[in-house]
């Protein structure tokens, strides 16, 4: 891994599943908690060294890289008592779903960079996908240091234009929920056709495990990859046939992806 620029100081807001993730790989990764606040309304100890606390300080210190990890809902009240506290030294890189930059901008109208990121669930094992997004405002020494920051947490992507980004955010920010539910589904599958339920999780797990794995490791596409598992005549190809009859398969993650969609659509119209 090539060397990381870690930000002076960085301060979380919100340190739920999502900002939580995203901070154990970075303590992993070597950063110094001592660089690190989070404010979280529960005030619950978050990691050895990483001061906690449960309102907003009198001032940042100089070059603070604010990480918004609250809920979208909540972005009004949070702005109010953070603004203030933002200077032209400040950066934000927002993880909120659905909060457009034109709107993150309206709120924060000091700070030198104002990145969205839309991480999702993987990056605390270093194997996330994190898409970034901002404007042409935004100094090209800052897009740097978010993919310098964001790197350790996997793969990274710059969007190059906003109106993809609630697209982005259903396939790879929710996408790991729609894989869980696979992995579930694929288990129940077998149970269903009377293995022992433990034996079937733990196959179906392995399964996915090792043909992701070998997808990602692959120079065939994973369309190819499938057709090398289905031998002629055989039973992978009557598997085949039930999940491409009509394009079943695929209408049903097209529908699926549409309706996260729309409501990233629908949150960013609500405000
Ligand atoms: N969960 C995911 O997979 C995922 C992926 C990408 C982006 N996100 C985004 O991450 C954000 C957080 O989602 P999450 O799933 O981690 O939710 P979460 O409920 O687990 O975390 C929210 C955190 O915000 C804190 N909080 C509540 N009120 C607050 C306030 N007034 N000020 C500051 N902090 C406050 C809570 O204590 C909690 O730690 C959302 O904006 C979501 O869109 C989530």
């Given at each position: ?101 034109a709107g993150l901008r309206a709120y924060f109208p000091a700070p ?16 996330g996908v994190t898409a970034l997004y901002t404007d042409a405002a ?134």
């Amino acid at each position: 891994m090539t060397d990381i620029f870690w930000p002076d100081h960085l301060f979380l807001v919100g340190c739920g599943n999502m900002a939580g993730q995203m901070l154990a790989r970075w303590l992993d990764c070597g950063l110094d908690p001592a660089r690190v606040t989070v404010l979280r309304p529960s005030g619950k100890p978050v990691a050895d060294g990483v001061r906690v606390v449960t309102g907003y300080p009198v001032a940042l210190p100089a070059d603070t890289t604010v990480l918004l990890g609250m809920k979208p809902y909540q972005i009004a009240d949070v702005a109010a008592s953070l603004a203030p506290l933002c200077g032209e030294d400040t950066d934000i890189v927002s993880i909120l779903a659905g909060t457009p930059l034109a709107g993150l901008r309206a709120y924060f109208p000091a700070p030198r960079a104002l990145i969205r990121a839309m991480p999702n669930l993987p990056v605390g094992i270093g194997q996330g996908v994190t898409a970034l997004y901002t404007d042409a405002a935004v100094p090209v020494q800052a897009r740097e240091a978010a993919t310098s920051l964001i790197s350790p947490l996997g793969l990274v992507e710059w969007i190059a234009d906003e109106a993809r980004f609630n697209e982005i955010t259903a396939l790879s920010g929710c996408g790991p929920a729609f894989l869980f539910r696979f992995i579930d589904a694929l288990a129940r599958a077998g149970e269903a056709l009377g293995l022992p339920a433990d034996q079937a999780a733990r196959m179906a797990l392995a399964t996915v495990e090792g043909a992701a794995s070998m997808a990602a490791r692959a120079s065939d596409s994973p369309g190819a990859l499938a057709d090398r598992v289905a031998s002629p005549g055989g039973m992978t190809r009557q598997g085949l046939n039930v999940l491409d009859a009509d394009d079943r398969l695929l209408k049903l993650l097209t529908d699926t992806l549409s309706a996260a969609r729309d409501r990233g659509e629908e949150m960013a119209r609500e405000g």
